[in-house]
């Protein structure tokens, strides 16, 4: 077994509690009364501006940082929304407002959409995360590091807090 690591870094199983803000103060999401995140560090798990605050950061520390959209879902792109034909989606597909989906487009990439609203010709859809536009106000507490396993950095993903999981674990 390799030793804890003292300090955040790349390949480094980070778990963190967190709360995160909009610039109205709203919050719109937190690990409070929730089990808390864990992710690992130096894969773009997490947004990059939160990802470099963490880094360096000790068991225990706490950090607030308000993460501008370039570093956090990006800036808001008004030509992201789509209104496409109704028929595209399958009859028996959960088609309604706030569901997430990935497209794969002609040249085989695949993208996240969200569907945004729904009428009897159309499903429209949003290829901007909600939260593209916004600036992240986060306020975390470092709560446990540990050295990744060889199966998690093949993955670029942590299989639960303690490594172990590999039950609920689906691949894209
Ligand atoms: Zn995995």
Redesign the pocket.
């Known amino acids: 077994m390799s030793a804890t690591p003292e300090i955040i870094a790349d390949d480094v199983v980070v778990t963190i509690d967190y709360t995160l803000r909009n610039s109205g103060g709203q919050v719109l999401d937190s690990s409070s009364g929730d089990e808390p995140l864990t992710y690992l560090h130096g894969h773009q798990n997490i947004v990059p501006g939160l990802e470099a605050a963490l880094t360096g950061k000790r068991k225990g520390d706490t950090v607030k940082i308000a993460v501008p959209p370039e570093e956090g879902y990006g800036p808001r792109d008004p030509a992201g929304v789509r209104a496409l034909s109704r028929d595209t989606f399958p009859p028996e597909a959960d088609v309604r407002p706030g569901v997430q989906f990935v497209a794969e487009l002609e040249d085989g990439e695949h993208i996240a959409l969200w569907i945004v609203g729904v009428d009897d010709e159309h499903v429209h859809v949003d290829m901007n995360h909600p939260l593209a536009g916004e600036t992240l106000h986060f306020e975390v507490e470092v709560v446990e590091l540990r050295q990744a396993n060889a ?2 950095l093949t ?1 670029g ?1 942590p ?1 639960g807090r303690d490594g172990s999981d ?1 039950h609920h ?1 689906h ?1 894209h």
Do not use: L, Q, Y
């Open positions: 199966n998690e993955h993903h299989h590999d674990h691949h």
